[in-house]
């Protein structure tokens, strides 16, 4: 365990050890507060949070705006369920179909729910519209991807950690390598529904597609009649630069994913976005949650599309990362082997000579630096939107003194 546990630190830990099932294993820091890009432990020591709970936190710790939202709804009104309407729901899909240019909006709560309801949307509408025949109805799904941890999800996963151990799983999913527009074509046939993507792979490391990929895979999905999926539950909501990552290459899917930064980092709010040719398949009685477009999550929800629909947060995340990648490309070849970087959301792949992932990330702690690493060698980055350029450089500094140290 790092030195930057205290004897109060540890002692939280271990009674998390002793009570938690354990299907996590975080850095050894326990955080009681937070303010904008800060947190600060129980023992008050600070660090700059570069992971915002994936990409949840794009907004920051704390947003005044949106606490705003939650305490004036929660002393109205929190739960009604789908049972009732309530008067938050409406406004907040308007807003959101209006963000995403589409017609209708399905809310659900994790960004796998999302994920599991856009599985259920697309085999509606391959037997109900597209006449595939029934239980044939296949999606395309890529190589490397996470879209969540359910068991329908894992089943489809080539990642050992999340699939192994968890079948028997459900057919009807076929795997092509990312980024490659050939091999998705080569897999249509006449019982394909959707081709499901990341437009960046996010858990794999930040993985960016080749230039066009995304605009091919439009291209293939409309002239087979084959819905275009696009899971933005990380990617999106100006993460990278833009409102959404396929805004990147100009894209429009049939439907998007949505999830995580949606509910402002105070809440669990995901949602389905697509035309009504599309999502107008799903019949009442066949698809909901108690919790889903619940009226607290649909005021914090609403108050986001408002914030997003001004611009001001991709901009800086356009302006940031560029400014990020500047940094981060200078310390290939010392100590890092390759990074990659969209907006502000980077993955930096570590010179094992220099260290795993991990070790890097807990060498980061003790000097006030919060990042996550994945698959090994990699370390991800995607600080809130509202960091500032010399808090970015004072986070690769760091990177910086734990590599050459």
């Known amino acids: 365990m790092s030195t930057v546990v205290d004897d109060l630190g540890a002692r939280l830990i271990a009674e998390e050890s002793a009570h938690l099932a354990h299907n996590y294993h975080p850095l050894p ?41 939650a305490r004036e709804q929660l002393e109205r009104l929190t739960l009604t369920s789908r049972a009732y309407h309530n008067d ?39 037997y109900r519209t597209k006449g595939i025949a029934p239980d044939a109805a296949t999606i395309i799904v890529a190589n490397g991807n996470f879209h969540g941890r359910t068991t329908t999800i894992v089943g489809f996963s080539d990642d050992p950690v999340a699939h192994d151990d968890f079948g028997p799983y459900a057919p009807g999913f076929v795997h092509v390598p990312y980024g490659d527009a050939d091999a998705i074509a080569a ?40 819905l275009f999926i696009a899971d933005e539950i990380q990617s999106g909501l100006g993460r990278v630069g833009e409102t959404f990552a396929c805004d990147r290459e100009g894209v429009v899917p049939d439907v998007y994913l949505l999830g995580k930064a949606l509910g402002g980092g105070i809440l669990p709010l995901s949602a389905v976005v697509a035309n009504d040719d599309v999502l107008g398949v799903i019949r009442a009685g066949e698809h909901g949650s108690t919790f889903g477009g619940n009226p607290l999550a649909a005021a914090v929800g609403l108050r986001v599309v408002e914030m997003l629909a001004s611009g001001e947060f991709q901009a800086r995340a356009k302006a940031l990362g560029a400014h990020l990648e500047t940094a981060l490309q200078a310390l290939v070849g010392h100590g890092v082997t390759a990074a990659r970087i969209a907006g502000l959301w980077a993955g930096v792949d570590i010179d094992p000579a220099y260290g795993t992932g991990r070790e890097i990330a807990e060498r980061l702690l003790t000097r006030g630096v919060l990042v996550k690493d994945t698959h090994g060698q990699t370390i991800r980055i995607a600080p809130p939107l509202t960091i500032r350029a010399t808090e970015l450089d004072w986070a690769v500094e760091q990177v910086r003194h734990v590599l050459s140290a």
């Not at 807003?95 to 309801?117: H, I, R, S, Y």
């Not at 993985?207 to 995304?214: A, E, H, N, Q, R």
């Open 88 to 126: 938050r729901l409406g406004p907040f899909a308007t807003a959101l179909a209006q963000l995403c240019g589409k017609d209708l909006v399905l809310p659900m709560n994790t960004g796998a729910e999302a994920v599991e309801t856009g599985i259920k949307v697309a085999r509606a509408w391959g």
């Open 187 to 226: 897999a249509i046939d006449e019982n394909t529904a959707a081709v499901l993507l990341e437009p960046i792979q996010g858990e794999a490391g930040v993985v960016l597609p080749p230039d066009g990929f995304l605009q091919r895979v439009r291209e293939i999905c409309t002239e087979n009649d084959v």
């Open 29 to 69: 820091v326990v955080v009681s507060r937070a303010e904008g890009v800060w947190v600060t432990d129980v023992e008050g020591k600070r660090y700059l949070d570069l992971l915002s709970a994936y990409s949840a936190l794009n907004f920051g710790h704390g947003h005044p705006a949106i606490l705003a939202a």
